[in-house]
């Protein structure tokens, strides 16, 4: 865009900051008489908005099915679909329930990857409410300031942030860490909500081969069976998601361009996309998918 002579910034963007989760974006109360009626107007006022600010860009992102549904393409709106990798509990007795319905060479990818880490030594704990201590915040922010330095150069969550977190919201954390000789060397951070598990942050101080899976996808997948989540959303991108246990699901934004031509060219690109990430998910559950001929209907969504 800078090279044809506009300019990309300002722009308006509707999301929650560093997290891929999908959700409503049009908010609005639990006793709302029409849903429908409101969304379209909130839609109207961010486009008005758009048009005063004179932003390059207005963009909607994560937002849940519905919101993504009821767009209409003639205000402008362009749909863009995506591919995230969840976990889905069609009600599992446990993990070795879950177990039963993979592929026999996935199971034993997933036990031979769980021996090893047992076998390193390290001491793993899953805490929650309660069970969360100072201590862990502090453990918690060390893992991911060295994963953010290792990655993105600048830790942007403060020690604060994660005391505050666990001070506030300690019911809804759930928090999977592991320990060598008392000492915290990895960590994943989940959030709970009403039926899901969201995987947000993972770092670690020491380098164990499969501990990551272990933490973060293996140890979710155990939460949600446990406590009766249907769902587990492990964050973004992530392909060898789907050799543990997680399937591809669309994610959905909303996207509207000021400028005409850039508009019309990017409107043609996201309608030749939409058809490439459909396909792409079906041919990755057909052929790619790790649950014997069959099991995934029970998880389909």
């Excluded at 549904?69 to 599992?92: C, K, T």
């Excluded at 990818?109 to 769980?114: D, F, G, T, V």
Aim: proline share 5%.
């Amino acid at each position: 865009m800078g090279r044809a002579g506009g300019a990309y910034y300002p722009k308006l963007h509707s999301s929650v900051p560093y997290i891929p989760v999908t959700g409503p974006r049009y908010l609005m109360s639990a006793d709302c008489p029409d849903p429908e009626l409101a969304r379209k107007l909130l839609r109207q006022g961010q486009l008005a908005l758009a048009r005063s600010l004179r932003v390059s860009s207005l963009h909607v992102t994560h937002c849940n099915q519905s919101d993504f549904e009821s767009a209409p393409l003639e205000d402008g709106w362009m749909p863009r679909l995506s591919l995230q990798f969840h976990f889905d509990n069609p009600g599992y007795r446990d993990f070795s329930d879950f177990l039963s319905r993979l592929s026999a060479r996935k199971r034993k990818a997933i036990l031979k990857e769980r021996a090893k880490v047992a076998e390193s030594g390290l001491h793993l704990e899953t805490l929650n409410g309660e069970q969360l201590r100072p201590e862990h915040a502090d453990a918690l922010f060390q893992c991911y300031r060295e994963t953010s330095s290792r990655k993105w150069g600048r830790a942007a969550l403060t020690p604060e942030f994660f005391h505050l977190l666990f001070e506030k919201m300690a019911d809804r954390v759930v928090l999977m860490l592991a320990s060598r000789s008392s000492a915290y060397v990895a960590a994943a951070l989940n959030v709970r909500g009403v039926n899901t598990l969201y995987g947000r942050n993972w770092g670690c101080l020491e380098e164990v081969e499969f501990l990551h899976f272990e933490l973060c996808y293996y140890r979710a997948i155990e939460f949600a069976i446990q406590h009766g989540l249907k769902r587990v959303e492990a964050g973004a991108q992530g392909f060898h998601k789907m050799a543990r246990g997680y399937l591809p699901r669309f994610t959905y934004s909303l996207h509207s361009i000021a400028n005409p031509g850039f508009a019309e060219v990017i409107d043609d690109f996201l309608v030749r996309e939409r058809a490439e990430v459909s396909q792409e998910r079906e041919l990755l559950e057909r052929e790619c998918s790790p649950y014997k001929i069959g099991a995934d209907t029970l998880s389909k969504s």
